[in-house]
């Protein structure tokens, strides 16, 4: 399932606010266009999840702080089991740290609120 990102202060072009070629859905798979931080609020995530009968999600994406964090709390809110794609969620570095560090910062605060994490290249996905 893809979540985008739309807003009124979204980029004009489109290349920049749509999803990356190289990660497109295929014909059918479902695409949730989002306003808010968290894929839950304000869209049809929820019922689209109920209806395939998910209960766990594999959660990757940008913005790990912001956008990647308001879902994974809204999902353990919902009741899903989450588990987060800890090298597959990008964001951009704070004055104190680089992208990288605030990766790692992120995996471990997941890790220790008793969250899975996962390789994109784990053979169990």
């Known amino acids: 399932m893809y979540v985008r990102h739309v807003s009124d202060d979204a980029p004009e072009d489109p290349e920049l606010a749509d999803i990356h070629p190289a990660l497109a859905p295929a014909s059918g798979e479902p695409i949730i266009d989002k306003r808010f931080g968290s894929a839950f609020l304000h869209t049809g995530l929820e019922a689209a999840l109920a209806a395939l009968g998910v209960k766990t999600l594999y959660v990757c994406g940008l913005a790990t702080f912001g956008r990647v964090n308001a879902t994974v709390m809204c999902a353990v809110c919902k009741g899903y089991e989450t588990m987060v794609v800890n090298d597959a969620h990008g964001t951009q570095g704070f004055p104190d740290a680089t992208p990288s560090q605030v990766i790692e910062r992120f ?19």
């Open 107 to 125: 995996n471990a605060v997941r890790e220790c609120a008793g969250e899975t994490l996962r390789g994109s290249r784990d053979a169990r996905f």
